[in-house]
């Protein structure tokens, strides 16, 4: 029409964008090509700087090409005077600037930046938490800005005040900031650190109360928002368990001294992680797993010379000392016992809330109704109901018990891709429940049948068990944990869903083991038994490999021992 | 220039051309619409007063066109020489030269006026405007328009007739005289350098500030203080807000005429209850933030929020209160009374009887739909006022002085204003009910004394409206430091003072000499009121105008709705009779795709700098139009 202007079509736009585009890839190319040939040849001169840096301007994502810049820069440091190096500090410093504005989550960049502030003798530590400020304003978010933000207040040595109010601004803007919470939980305890007999980490209550409140804001405004929910978790955790030696168990029958570990670790031979004091004198032993794999796990356990266990003697004493953790534990072997054992109670140091603290039940308390509260406005949000169960776990796992088993129903309802996640932390609450009430029974017997559990866990606290119901859940094997239990005389097994016995090995007391319909096929899976030496009865019936024709027949030859097998 | 005026045209929009504004903001879209699509295109103007309705004034504007009401000079009409142009085959159409959509205009002042001091706005030609000024604060002057037939322009079926009119008055001689053509020899004059054109010829009278030190109280503003910074004041006689997903924002965008604005984020939205103004939280981060929701408070309003986000894929959940108000809903939903007013009033905006279930879940749909494009609420606010927005779409135009000249045009499109009363004599109108305040400080302090709020002041009796109330601080351009401008507006049932006054009184207080400096006074004060009627035609169909040709198109005044919408919805279906089958507003070219060969290189090359031009000067703070969607993580 009259008085338009002429414009290119659609296709000759994209002919002009696409031969725009080919001439870029070629410069790209042979640009890169030059680089690595000027690489090769060690001509690691400012011409390197220059090229890779019409790449990286482009894709600052090439992490070798940054490589080749931090080894042009070191050579060049040198050579040059200062002042010309000043000057090539500062253009590296626009430079990198150009890049995060090309990709502001480049590692690359990042990284780069991180590596030249760190060289420069006096580094304007101001300028750059101005540009992480002016970053985190276009993407509150971005994780690798707040990185490099806490590597800058950590070198500017910024009050942890300052950075405290720098991650409440961002956090009023837009609370789903995972970042900003997280720094959050490194600033609070620096801010306020608890008297040394305290347990490390941990906030004092007013403070702790206003970061409760602040976080219950988040989650009341939308309850669907993880970040929120994470930080109320390391609100109200309490700090890692002090390492400790949580059991020391002598067995004079099998000359055997068994630790149980506050943690899993690695005792590797002829180190010095673990010292034996056998009344009073040290003792070189070898220490080993009870399932004899020697990875790193809870329970440790080493054989013991006769003369270490002379009954002529009124008692032995057994000192463990723990290098590594700062602990030790001590147990007696009295004449005329066959064991003795030195062990901290799961009840006293109420081992099982460690989710959650227990100093402050009041405030746990108050936790628990506010989430309660919620729960009624949003009945199916998950992490209000896995709250409420942890909450509860945490102020009193046996009193709540029916109430929290119930909370997981409704939790397993409203999200079933959790489903085996759930039943594996129920079950896991559910031990936990029975430990307690057998501690508190002060028996060594457990029950654990009909509990629909799905997985099996704390057995490290079983080692002073003989007798174990397993029978009538839902477990897929008897996992290698198992053989800590040391003392175990009968283990029933019976109507689960077993396919695998690895854990049932090296029990040096087992003696009858009862695995009634479940789901053992492969005659395989029976070869740990051959390692539990005063078996004599074993009872497999309903198990698919009864069916297969000549089990007798190798289970004669594999247990000779066992007297009693019923398949 | 004046020769080289064409006398053919293919549309002759007709307004109000002046320096605050050049048309309507339908007329103005309509035009540059047509002008992207290759029409020629005339704006022609007669008033010989400020502004049309859409306009925006300096504090001395504002003052002017208060005089025109108060002294109600008619014009006499110049005989009938546009008579003898007429030619057989064509039919006149008498247009009305008086604006008869403003009424009841009443004016007040309170800030302490010392009248033994000379003062004038900086760069104002202006000098008396004592007459509109009272003496007494309590006791204010109150002048009424009357209308009067008045007829003096004319049209022809297919003809228009520009004239000169007379006039004693200097600026508005300027005024008139300039006719503003836009169209295929698009010449791109920048927004400064019109207004310079005024400011530099009077430049030379400005006394040299003297009186700042002589004030007695320093954080007291005076009367003398608001007329010598008058040019700080942007006034617009319509109070709106830009919906930040509105049809405005999606034209200004579309079309790139963006470039030519800025805008502010809204930054508050408020609340006025039991005598208390208070910030309601409508956001994610304001529920968060809000010190005032119990935490159970939070969950539902978030609750309900979400809900409305997408009512409609939710059906069970209203189906069965269609029949009901809005109101009688939200008393059905898990809501604190607290949160019902919230919902109802602040973020719906809407009343207790006005409307029903769905009207209402759009409301706030729409609402929540605009919420954080941009910021934290829902609306923007043009920079330097709403009078900017007709002048963005008429960036391109040539300023050309021409009178007595016989043009010819297939289309013309008039503002309903324009028509004398026999055209409209089966018209009913409908009034809308304004008033402009300056105050000394902002009705809801904060940390930051910049802030732009909205606040709706539900009705009190049935059948009376909700006032709308926009707060505007010292960085919207529109008002000087120090001091608030705050636009009231509302339906009218009686005048506006009538209307609008109660609201102000809960509000605001007036400002009394009495007061001793060290007494803390609540409320903020009143500086300076001005109440107006304003004639609201957008719902007047074309119908109902007596024996309109059909090549003329009447374009509305404004309605007294929020937002913009309307506005562009008129000026698309114009715009799709005038140009059937173009696209409505499309962006312009990319530079780098116009072919040049030789005649029109010389605009080309001047749309290519313009361009360049408007994209250097993004301002930091204000929030620029384009790429808003959220940084992801």
């Given at each position: 029409?009259?008085?338009?202007?002429?414009?290119?079509?659609?296709?000759?736009?994209?002919?002009?964008?696409?031969?725009?585009?080919?001439?870029?890839?070629?410069?790209?190319?042979?640009?890169?090509?030059?680089?690595?040939?000027?690489?090769?040849?060690?001509?690691?001169?400012?011409?390197?700087?220059?090229?890779?840096?019409?790449?990286?301007?482009?894709?600052?994502?090439?992490?070798?090409?940054?490589?080749?810049?931090?080894?042009?820069?070191?050579?060049?440091?040198?050579?040059?005077?200062?002042?010309?190096?000043?000057?090539?500090?500062?253009?590296?410093?626009?430079?990198?600037?150009?890049?995060?504005?090309?990709?502001?989550?480049?590692?690359?960049?990042?990284?780069?930046?991180?590596?030249?502030?760190?060289?420069?003798?006096?580094?304007?530590?101001?300028?750059?938490?101005?540009?992480?400020?002016?970053?985190?304003?276009?993407?509150?978010?971005?994780?690798?800005?707040?990185?490099?933000?806490?590597?800058?207040?950590?070198?500017?040595?910024?009050?942890?005040?300052?950075?405290?109010?720098?991650?409440?601004?961002?956090?009023?803007?837009?609370?789903?900031?995972?970042?900003?919470?997280?720094?959050?939980?490194?600033?609070?305890?620096?801010?306020?650190?608890?008297?040394?007999?305290?347990?490390?980490?941990?906030?004092?209550?007013?403070?702790?109360?206003?970061?409760?409140?602040?976080?219950?804001?988040?989650?009341?405004?939308?309850?669907?928002?993880?970040?929120?929910?994470?930080?109320?978790?390391?609100?109200?955790?309490?700090?890692?368990?002090?390492?400790?030696?949580?059991?020391?168990?002598?067995?004079?029958?099998?000359?055997?001294?068994?630790?149980?570990?506050?943690?899993?670790?690695?005792?590797?031979?002829?180190?010095?992680?673990?010292?034996?004091?056998?009344?009073?004198?040290?003792?070189?032993?070898?220490?080993?797993?009870?399932?004899?794999?020697?990875?790193?796990?809870?329970?440790?356990?080493?054989?013991?010379?006769?003369?270490?266990?002379?009954?002529?003697?009124?008692?032995?004493?057994?000192?463990?000392?723990?290098?590594?953790?700062?602990?030790?534990?001590?147990?007696?072997?009295?004449?005329?016992?066959?064991?003795?054992?030195?062990?901290?109670?799961?009840?006293?140091?109420?081992?099982?809330?460690?989710?959650?603290?227990?100093?402050?039940?009041?405030?746990?308390?108050?936790?628990?109704?506010?989430?309660?509260?919620?729960?009624?406005?949003?009945?199916?949000?998950?992490?209000?109901?896995?709250?409420?169960?942890?909450?509860?776990?945490?102020?009193?796992?046996?009193?709540?018990?029916?109430?929290?088993?119930?909370?997981?129903?409704?939790?397993?309802?409203?999200?079933?891709?959790?489903?085996?996640?759930?039943?594996?932390?129920?079950?896991?609450?559910?031990?936990?429940?029975?430990?307690?009430?057998?501690?508190?029974?002060?028996?060594?017997?457990?029950?654990?049948?009909?509990?629909?559990?799905?997985?099996?866990?704390?057995?490290?606290?079983?080692?002073?068990?003989?007798?174990?119901?397993?029978?009538?859940?839902?477990?897929?094997?008897?996992?290698?944990?198992?053989?800590?239990?040391?003392?175990?005389?009968?283990?029933?097994?019976?109507?689960?869903?077993?396919?695998?016995?690895?854990?049932?090995?090296?029990?040096?007391?087992?003696?009858?083991?009862?695995?009634?319909?479940?789901?053992?096929?492969?005659?395989?899976?029976?070869?740990?038994?051959?390692?539990?030496?005063?078996?004599?009865?074993?009872?497999?019936?309903?198990?698919?490999?009864?069916?297969?024709?000549?089990?007798?027949?190798?289970?004669?030859?594999?247990?000779?021992?066992?007297?009693?097998?019923?398949? | 220039?004046?020769?080289?005026?064409?006398?053919?045209?293919?549309?002759?929009?007709?307004?109000?051309?002046?320096?605050?504004?050049?048309?309507?903001?339908?007329?103005?879209?309509?035009?540059?619409?047509?002008?992207?699509?290759?029409?020629?295109?005339?704006?022609?103007?007669?008033?010989?007063?400020?502004?049309?309705?859409?306009?925006?004034?300096?504090?001395?504007?504002?003052?002017?066109?208060?005089?025109?009401?108060?002294?109600?000079?008619?014009?006499?009409?110049?005989?009938?020489?546009?008579?003898?142009?007429?030619?057989?085959?064509?039919?006149?159409?008498?247009?009305?030269?008086?604006?008869?959509?403003?009424?009841?205009?009443?004016?007040?002042?309170?800030?302490?006026?010392?009248?033994?001091?000379?003062?004038?706005?900086?760069?104002?030609?202006?000098?008396?405007?004592?007459?509109v000024i009272s003496e007494n604060p309590t006791e204010a002057v109150h002048s009424a328009y009357l209308p009067s037939e008045d007829e003096s322009l004319c049209i022809a079926s297919c003809e228009m007739l520009t004239e000169q009119t007379p006039s004693s008055d200097l600026e508005t001689a300027l005024e008139i005289s300039n006719v503003k053509v836009t169209g295929e020899t698009e010449k791109h004059d920048d927004k400064t350098c019109m207004k310079s054109a005024s400011e530099e010829e009077t430049s030379k009278n400005v006394p040299t500030t003297e009186g700042t030190a002589l004030q007695p109280k320093k954080t007291r503003i005076t009367y003398s203080q608001i007329i010598k910074e008058g040019r700080r004041f942007n006034i617009d006689l319509v109070s709106k807000l830009l919906y930040?997903?509105?049809?405005?924002?999606?034209?200004?965008?579309?079309?790139?005429?963006?470039?030519?604005?800025?805008?502010?984020?809204?930054?508050?939205?408020?609340?006025f209850r039991e005598g208390r103004v208070e910030q309601v939280p409508c956001s994610r981060a304001d529920v968060f933030n809000s010190k005032q929701l119990t935490m159970v408070e939070k969950r539902m309003l978030m609750k309900f929020l979400t809900f409305c986000m997408e009512y409609e894929k939710h059906p069970d959940e209203y189906k069965a209160y269609e029949e009901i108000t809005f109101s009688e809903y939200l008393k059905t939903q898990k809501l604190t009374p607290n949160l019902q007013y919230f919902v109802l009033h602040s973020i719906a905006m809407t009343s207790e009887t006005a409307s029903n279930t769905i009207d209402g879940l759009k409301a706030t749909k729409n609402f929540l739909h605009c919420l954080g494009r941009y910021g934290n609420t829902p609306f923007l606010f043009p920079l330097?006022?709403?009078?900017?927005?007709?002048?963005?779409?008429?960036?391109?135009?040539?300023?050309?002085?021409?009178?007595?000249?016989?043009?010819?045009?297939?289309?013309?499109?008039?503002?309903?204003?324009?028509?004398?009363?026999?055209?409209?004599?089966?018209?009913?109108?409908?009034?809308?009910?304004?008033?402009?305040?300056?105050?000394?400080?902002?009705?809801?302090?904060?940390?930051?004394?910049?802030?732009?709020?909205?606040?709706?002041?539900?009705?009190?009796?049935?059948?009376?409206?909700?006032?709308?109330?926009?707060?505007?601080?010292?960085?919207?351009?529109?008002?000087?430091?120090?001091?608030?401008?705050?636009?009231?507006?509302?339906?009218?049932?009686?005048?506006?003072?009538?209307?609008?006054?109660?609201?102000?009184?809960?509000?605001?207080?007036?400002?009394?000499?009495?007061?001793?400096?060290?007494?803390?006074?609540?409320?903020?004060?009143?500086?300076?009121?001005?109440?107006?009627?304003?004639?609201?035609?957008?719902?007047?169909?074309?119908?109902?105008?007596?024996?309109?040709?059909?090549?003329?198109?009447?374009?509305?005044?404004?309605?007294?709705?929020?937002?913009?919408?309307?506005?562009?919805?008129?000026?698309?279906?114009?715009?799709?009779?005038?140009?059937?089958?173009?696209?409505?507003?499309?962006?312009?070219?990319?530079?780098?795709?116009?072919?040049?060969?030789?005649?029109?290189?010389?605009?080309?090359?001047?749309?290519?700098?313009?361009?360049?031009?408007?994209?250097?000067?993004?301002?930091?703070?204000?929030?620029?139009?384009?790429?808003?969607?959220?940084?992801?993580?």
């Amino acid at each position: 029409m009259h008085g338009r202007l002429k414009v290119k079509t659609s296709e000759e736009q994209a002919e002009a964008k696409r031969l725009e585009r080919e001439q870029k890839l070629k410069l790209y190319q042979s640009a890169t090509q030059t680089v690595f040939q000027k690489r090769q040849a060690g001509e690691l001169d400012e011409s390197v700087l220059e090229l890779t840096s019409q790449i990286l301007g482009a894709n600052p994502d090439f992490a070798t090409l940054w490589n080749c810049r931090r080894e042009v820069l070191q050579r060049l440091e040198a050579q040059k005077s200062p002042e010309e190096l000043a000057a090539l500090v500062k253009t590296e410093l626009g430079f990198l600037e150009s890049c995060l504005r090309v990709n502001p989550k480049s590692y690359g960049t990042w990284h780069h930046r991180c590596w030249l502030l760190g060289r420069l003798p006096e580094p304007n530590w101001a300028r750059e938490l101005e540009l992480c400020a002016r970053f985190l304003e276009v993407d509150e978010r971005n994780f690798h800005c707040w990185d490099y933000r806490r590597f800058v207040a950590a070198q500017a040595a910024v009050p942890p005040a300052e950075e405290l109010a720098f991650t409440d601004s961002l956090i009023t803007r837009n609370f789903s900031n995972y970042s900003s919470w997280h720094y959050r939980s490194c600033l609070l305890p620096q801010l306020h650190p608890q008297p040394d007999s305290g347990p490390q980490g941990r906030l004092p209550e007013d403070v702790l109360l206003k970061e409760l409140e602040l976080v219950q804001n988040a989650f009341f405004t939308d309850p669907n928002d993880q970040s929120a929910w994470f930080y109320h978790r390391w609100l109200l955790g309490r700090a890692d368990p002090q390492d400790a030696l949580r059991c020391l168990h002598v067995s004079r029958d099998e000359a055997c001294l068994t630790v149980s570990f506050s943690r899993p670790v690695l005792v590797g031979p002829r180190t010095e992680t673990l010292l034996l004091m056998v009344d009073e004198s040290p003792l070189a032993v070898e220490w080993r797993t009870p399932d004899g794999r020697n990875w790193p796990g809870h329970v440790w356990l080493c054989d013991l010379p006769a003369t270490s266990l002379n009954d002529q003697l009124p008692h032995h004493t057994f000192r463990v000392i723990w290098t590594a953790g700062d602990a030790q534990k001590e147990c007696v072997l009295l004449k005329g016992h066959q064991e003795g054992w030195c062990r901290d109670s799961a009840t006293d140091e109420q081992l099982f809330r460690c989710e959650l603290s227990v100093e402050k039940s009041t405030v746990l308390q108050s936790e628990l109704e506010s989430c309660k509260e919620l729960q009624e406005l949003e009945p199916e949000n998950k992490w209000c109901l896995l709250t409420i169960i942890l909450l509860m776990r945490a102020l009193d796992p046996l009193l709540y018990e029916k109430e929290t088993l119930q909370y997981f129903q409704t939790l397993k309802a409203v999200d079933p891709m959790r489903a085996a996640y759930l039943d594996d932390l129920r079950s896991k609450f559910l031990l936990e429940n029975s430990l307690l009430k057998m501690e508190y029974a002060e028996v060594r017997v457990l029950h654990l049948g009909h509990k629909d559990l799905t997985v099996l866990c704390h057995l490290e606290q079983l080692l002073l068990v003989t007798h174990l119901d397993l029978s009538h859940n839902r477990l897929r094997a008897l996992p290698p944990a198992l053989a800590a239990l040391r003392c175990l005389e009968v283990l029933q097994a019976n109507d689960n869903a077993i396919e695998s016995l690895d854990g049932v090995t090296n029990l040096p007391r087992l003696q009858e083991l009862s695995l009634c319909n479940n789901r053992l096929q492969q005659r395989m899976v029976l070869q740990p038994l051959a390692s539990c030496p005063r078996l004599v009865l074993l009872n497999l019936q309903g198990n698919p490999l009864c069916q297969a024709v000549g089990t007798s027949e190798y289970l004669a030859e594999l247990l000779p021992l066992v007297n009693s097998i019923l398949v | 220039m004046a020769d080289n005026l064409p006398s053919e045209f293919d549309v002759i929009v007709i307004g109000t051309a002046s320096v605050n504004s050049i048309t309507g903001l339908p007329e103005s879209i309509i035009a540059a619409a047509c002008s992207r699509s290759g029409q020629r295109v005339l704006h022609v103007d007669s008033r010989s007063y400020y502004g049309g309705n859409w306009a925006s004034f300096s504090f001395s504007g504002i003052l002017s066109w208060l005089k025109e009401y108060q002294e109600n000079s008619d014009i006499v009409n110049e005989g009938p020489a546009w008579q003898e142009q007429i030619l057989e085959n064509e039919e006149a159409i008498a247009l009305s030269r008086k604006d008869k959509t403003i009424q009841h205009v009443e004016v007040f002042c309170y800030a302490s006026q010392d009248l033994h001091e000379e003062v004038e706005e900086a760069g104002a030609l202006q000098k008396n405007h004592a007459s509109v000024i009272s003496e007494n604060p309590t006791e204010a002057v109150h002048s009424a328009y009357l209308p009067s037939e008045d007829e003096s322009l004319c049209i022809a079926s297919c003809e228009m007739l520009t004239e000169q009119t007379p006039s004693s008055d200097l600026e508005t001689a300027l005024e008139i005289s300039n006719v503003k053509v836009t169209g295929e020899t698009e010449k791109h004059d920048d927004k400064t350098c019109m207004k310079s054109a005024s400011e530099e010829e009077t430049s030379k009278n400005v006394p040299t500030t003297e009186g700042t030190a002589l004030q007695p109280k320093k954080t007291r503003i005076t009367y003398s203080q608001i007329i010598k910074e008058g040019r700080r004041f942007n006034i617009d006689l319509v109070s709106k807000l830009l919906y930040s997903r509105g049809l405005l924002i999606d034209l200004l965008i579309k079309s790139n005429v963006s470039r030519y604005a800025e805008f502010k984020n809204i930054t508050r939205i408020l609340a006025f209850r039991e005598g208390r103004v208070e910030q309601v939280p409508c956001s994610r981060a304001d529920v968060f933030n809000s010190k005032q929701l119990t935490m159970v408070e939070k969950r539902m309003l978030m609750k309900f929020l979400t809900f409305c986000m997408e009512y409609e894929k939710h059906p069970d959940e209203y189906k069965a209160y269609e029949e009901i108000t809005f109101s009688e809903y939200l008393k059905t939903q898990k809501l604190t009374p607290n949160l019902q007013y919230f919902v109802l009033h602040s973020i719906a905006m809407t009343s207790e009887t006005a409307s029903n279930t769905i009207d209402g879940l759009k409301a706030t749909k729409n609402f929540l739909h605009c919420l954080g494009r941009y910021g934290n609420t829902p609306f923007l606010f043009p920079l330097y006022g709403q009078g900017e927005l007709p002048q963005c779409f008429c960036r391109c135009k040539a300023i050309i002085d021409q009178f007595g000249q016989r043009i010819i045009s297939k289309h013309f499109l008039v503002e309903d204003s324009y028509f004398s009363e026999n055209t409209c004599s089966h018209v009913q109108y409908r009034q809308i009910s304004r008033s402009v305040l300056i105050t000394d400080r902002s009705v809801l302090k904060t940390d930051s004394d910049q802030q732009i709020s909205i606040l709706t002041v539900p009705g009190e009796e049935p059948g009376t409206f909700a006032v709308r109330v926009i707060e505007l601080c010292s960085s919207t351009m529109t008002c000087m430091k120090g001091t608030y401008l705050v636009h009231l507006t509302c339906t009218s049932s009686k005048t506006a003072r009538e209307d609008l006054e109660p609201v102000v009184q809960k509000l605001f207080t007036p400002y009394t000499e009495t007061e001793t400096e060290n007494e803390e006074v609540e409320k903020p004060r009143l500086l300076w009121a001005l109440y107006f009627n304003m004639r609201d035609s957008s719902d007047v169909s074309r119908n109902s105008y007596n024996d309109l040709p059909s090549n003329v198109y009447v374009c509305s005044g404004p309605d007294s709705g929020l937002g913009n919408d309307n506005a562009v919805k008129q000026a698309e279906t114009l715009f799709q009779l005038i140009c059937p089958n173009e696209d409505f507003c499309p962006p312009p070219p990319n530079p780098e795709d116009i072919i040049t060969d030789g005649d029109s290189l010389q605009s080309e090359a001047s749309e290519a700098s313009v361009i360049l031009e408007a994209n250097s000067e993004t301002p930091k703070e204000s929030a620029s139009l384009g790429n808003p969607e959220e940084a992801s993580q």
